[in-house]
């Protein structure tokens, strides 16, 4: 028996992520890499230019100004929301828990969705890169499923380790891309000079820019995951909407310059036709090999792979922070909320995330499915369109959260800049629901099927979310909240 006095030691504490290992300059690192500016340019580009030619400069800056708008009112949060969570939670402060549960479950879909599509596409670039260099041809799943390891196991390491991989990426495919700038501006801008014109608003009401503001706004997913590593993140308050607003800002004018550069390389009058014709999706490589040389576009093809990987890496961090507070808070199974004690990563979360992109893989490889017009193209479609609907909810959950109080923040942050970009992302989803067909090639039932999944989990999250309230008061108290993030 214990003695009278003797005290009962409190049990130790489960780990959790790890606090502080993340700065403002690795922040960025994840946001921009997740972006992946080079897959986006070299290998989304010219999509996108054959769908609106002349209006797709115009559309990445239109699509970052709406974004910045958004940031505005998003990072307002951050100071009184630090969750792993994100968008679940500041959607469920805003807008009610039932809600918030809701939004984790498009969130956990839609990047999933993203990552997989990301993985099948790295497998592709790295299939084409290895046969030009060697002859030898290895099928891509090879390389993907490569992939997956590598990424699986910096998951599972520190989280500072995954940022120091980003940023090498982030910076050679930066860098491989200004390169091919200056050599444009070197060789006077194409056949008529830099062209101006380009960046009329007329061209916005061009055929085929619905379908160009899906891979508009698709260039910028990823930027939000700023706030998923808010607990992980030193002086989050601060760090959180300097990072976001930094990576937005640096995005939305470096797509806009090299997109506008490449339409005056080739000429306006011309772009769009080529982008559509044999040897469109070269667009970018073409340019590389006449305006600097061949070096210039066998760097950019190896740095497309790498590209691609530092993208998976970033969404599969992304996807696995969502598995981790989903599973804390109960809406998945508890497992998937605990983190390793070595590394404070979410192991369980990355052990699941790795499983899921291991079957796409395998259906994608044995149904024979091309894994870049297909896969990417296809599960990319629903990522983003779940990521969109996630920023209108989030808009509006920013507006509910300050309604009453502002908490001395100015009206234009937490109240104009919210509903304008609820307003403007409201219509582009609209906009990009209409022309899904353009960016999957697929039928209406195809489309059907990969866009009706998110509102379909989105009510499961809901329905649970009311059935924890019913049962269990404490345990729906704590949804969409940890502890130190509330005010």
Known sequence: MLAPHTAVPDPPAAPTLERGAIGTGDLVFFVVAAAAPLTVMAGAAPVALGMAGPAVPLGYLSAGLLLIVFAAGF????????????????????????????????????????????????????????????????????????????????????????????????????????????????????????????????????PGTGGMFVLAIGAFVGFEATALYAEETRDAARAVPRATCLAVAFLALFYTLTTWLIISAYGADRVQDLARGPGGTDLFFTAATRFVGPWAADTMRFLLVTSAFAATLAFHNAATRYGYALGREGLLPRRLGTVAARTRAPAVAVLAQSACALVTVAVTATAG???????????????????????????????????????????????????????????????????????????????????????AVGAAGIALALRIRRRDRTAYARLTTVDGDRD
């Open 75 to 206: 990072t307002a949060m951050s100071r009184h929301v630090r969750n792993a969570g994100a968008f679940s939670a500041y959607i469920g402060r805003g807008l009610g828990r039932p809600a918030g549960a809701g939004a984790a479950y498009v969130a956990l879909l839609a990047y999933n969705a993203l990552e997989v599509g990301l993985l099948a596409a790295f497998g592709h670039f790295t299939a084409g890169a290895f046969t030009d260099l060697t002859g030898v041809r290895v099928a891509w799943w090879v390389w993907a499923l490569g992939g997956l390891v590598a990424i699986g196991v910096l998951g599972y390491l520190r989280v500072t380790l995954s940022a120091k991989v980003l940023g090498a990426a982030l910076v050679l495919e930066v860098l491989v891309l200004l390169v091919l700038e200056a050599g444009i501006l070197a060789h006077g801008g194409g056949p008529a000079g830099p062209d101006l014109t380009v960046l009329a608003p007329a061209h916005l009401a061009a």
């Open 369 to 455: 499915a091309d894994p870049y017009t297909v896969t990417f193209l296809w599960t990319s479609g629903t990522g983003i369109v779940g990521v969109m609907v996630l920023q209108a909810l989030a808009a509006a959950a920013v507006f509910g959260f300050f309604r009453g109080d502002r908490r001395g923040l100015p009206r234009w942050r937490v109240v104009a800049a919210p509903l304008v970009a609820c307003a403007g992302l409201t219509a582009l989803t609209v906009l990009v629901c209409r022309n899904f067909t353009l960016l999957t090639g697929a039928s209406s039932g195809v489309n059907a099927a990969l866009l009706v999944p998110l509102p």
